[in-house]
Nanobody
Framework: QVQLEESGGGLVQPGGSLRLSCVASGNIGIIRTMAWYRQTPGSQRDLVAAITRGGSTDYADWVEGRFTISRDNAKIYLQMSNLNPGDTAVYYC???????????WGDGLPVTVSS
């Protein structure tokens, strides 16, 4: 089992920045990829950014350079800048093994971008 603990969500004004953190514990040896997803009510959970154990990254097209994912062993960060109301969502941390046959999810962090 892997446990994921997220932190850093909250309220931010348009144009502002926020950093999300997620730390994995437990059987972390099986984790190859860690990622952030986000979800709004009535919508599917979409990938925001992912990073492998080797440091390779993948971003959703709409990120457009505003977000940066980084990793320090079993901890990942999502630095979000130039936030807009469209970024309002619940952000989830995800950890997966090499072929995604095993996945774990955090409880989710509400992020609200509003003036």
């Amino acid at each position: 089992q892997v446990q994921l603990e997220e932190s850093g969500g909250g309220l931010v004004q348009p144009g502002g920045s926020l950093r999300l953190s997620c730390v994995a514990s437990g059987n972390i040896g099986i984790i190859r990829t860690m990622a952030w997803y986000r979800q709004t009510p009535g919508s599917q959970r979409d990938l925001v950014a992912a990073i492998t154990r080797g440091g390779s990254t993948d971003y959703a097209d709409w990120v457009e350079g505003r977000f940066t994912i980084s990793r320090d062993n079993a901890k990942i960060y999502l630095q979000m800048s130039n936030l807009n109301p469209g970024d309002t969502a619940v952000y989830y941390c995800n950890a997966a093994n090499w072929d995604y046959t095993i996945e774990y999810w955090g409880d989710g962090l509400p992020v609200t971008v509003s003036s």
